[in-house]
């Protein structure tokens, strides 16, 4: 699935993708399983074009209609999340509690809360988010990747071959 949409607030502007993922270090097995069901497994990203201003709930809920949206239109859907470690959150609160998580680890706790909220908010069961947290080293420096995988529960079963085959590629 290739699918985006764009969001402008005051002087900043978002892009939101869902793009169909790559899926090349799955099994065999896998992949079997995910092709004989016709699942597509489609990788959310979120872009800030332009602005540095906070971005507010508005944008935030906006961005998670349209993916429910989405997501409630198209029964064999995965969503893959792979939380960005590498721009900064512009205007981020330094008097939080949250100061010093590394900027991905935030996004994986907003991300989390959102869709708790969201899911909450509009009294929708049967769909879940897994979050997968992969400890790595390079060079001896520790970082961790956070990935969330947003489905149905009847695509349990595909979820954890999902789980298992990213932690052994990642090598842990």
């Not at 947003?150 to 298992?164: F, G, M, Q, S």
Request: hydrophobic share 35%.
């Amino acid at each position: 699935m290739e699918t985006s949409y764009s969001i402008t607030q005051k002087e900043s502007e978002y892009r939101v993708l869902l793009t169909s993922a790559n899926l090349n270090s799955l099994s065999e097995d896998t992949l079997h399983v995910i092709s004989s069901r016709g699942i597509d497994i489609s990788e959310l990203m979120i872009e800030r074009i332009s602005g540095e201003a906070a971005t507010n709930q508005e944008v935030l809920h906006d961005i998670t209609g349209w993916v429910a949206d989405i997501f409630a239109s198209n029964p064999n859907l995965i969503i893959y999340y792979s939380c960005d470690d590498m721009t900064p959150i512009p205007s981020r609160n330094t008097n939080s509690d949250n100061k010093n998580l590394p900027v991905n680890e935030y996004r994986s706790r907003l991300f989390t809360h959102i869709f708790d909220t969201y899911m909450a908010s509009h009294q929708i069961s049967g769909i879940t988010n897994t979050p997968i947290r992969l400890d790595n080293y390079v060079d001896g420096m520790g970082y961790s990747i956070f990935i969330h995988i947003i489905a149905r529960t009847l695509h349990d079963d595909v979820i954890e071959k999902l789980k298992t085959e990213i932690k052994e590629v990642s090598g842990k």
